[in-house]
């Protein structure tokens, strides 16, 4: 790599670490609340070369086997605006159920905003399908480097726009795709099928468009658990939530992964 590339992605991966207050910092070990083990985090400045494009992302594994240990792998995506580290409450909860946990930065500084004019499953569609070209990427470039951690069967975890971005991964890849973790997505309609099992934690202040989550009848159908957070909003789903909310959202994302 090119010295003045290799100076670009670390600046990139650094600025995913802006704006609201990292919860963790690079290289350094954690203990993860309610687990008897450490959580690591560690970073990559990743580059796709067929598309020209940086993918910053935020590693946490478990801080005494590491990465090559047999572990399952989730990939997490932000919500639109912000950072790959901004989820940290939520990665060290899956490291304790047993995963490695991929956070992938999607916005970058030069990216055009996100569309506000228009349907918004038109208009964002673009956004979606970008992210799940990231996913993709960030997924070879791991397998390669960490071959024993199971990439066949992902954990995908996001927040409103990256939970479209998620189900829409879903819905293109579902080979790859065991769960679904949605965190109040809005835009993108859920695959109506079995698989990936899904848990949609909805926020007390936003409502989804029609036809995206699945209704009572087909929840019934297909498996899929639908959890309304009467004291979370829409914009509490990341590190700045309160502790109690930390622990509702925590506490039924292990009960999901547990059943």
């Not at 020209?52 to 572990?71: C, H, I, K, T």
């Not at 990939?75 to 995963?99: E, K, M, P, Q």
Request: overall charge positive; hydrophobic content about 40%.
């Amino acid at each position: 790599m090119k010295p003045l590339r290799a100076l670009g992605l670390a600046l990139l991966l650094a600025s995913c670490q802006q704006g609201r207050p990292p919860a963790v910092r690079p290289r350094a070990a954690h203990q993860a609340a309610g687990s008897p083990a450490t959580v690591r985090l560690d970073s990559l400045a990743l580059f796709d070369s067929a598309r020209q494009r940086a993918v910053p992302v935020a590693l946490y594994f478990p801080g005494g086997g590491g990465p090559n240990a047999r572990l399952k792998a989730a990939l997490l995506s932000h919500g639109y605006g912000g950072h790959c580290t901004d989820y940290s409450f939520i990665a060290r909860n899956l490291v304790a159920h047993g995963y490695f946990v991929a956070s992938v930065q999607h916005e970058l500084p030069t990216d055009a905003p996100l569309p506000t004019v228009g349907a918004p499953q038109v208009v964002r569609r673009p956004n979606w399908e970008r992210g799940v070209q990231n996913l993709l990427f960030v997924r070879r470039a791991l397998q390669r480097r960490y071959p024993r951690v199971d990439f066949d069967a992902l954990l995908l975890v996001g927040h409103s726009n990256g939970g479209d971005t998620a189900l829409l991964f879903a819905q293109e890849h579902p080979a790859l795709v065991r769960r679904v973790i949605s965190l109040d997505n809005r835009r993108m309609p859920w695959p109506r099928a079995r698989r990936p099992q899904i848990l949609s934690l909805r926020s007390s202040d936003q409502v989804a468009d029609s036809g995206v989550v699945h209704t009572p009848a087909e929840q019934r159908r297909y498996g899929s658990t639908v959890v309304r957070l009467p004291h979370t909003l829409h914009d509490d789903m990341w590190d700045g939530a309160t502790d109690g909310q930390k622990q509702e959202i925590n506490a039924l994302i292990a009960e999901f992964l547990t059943r």
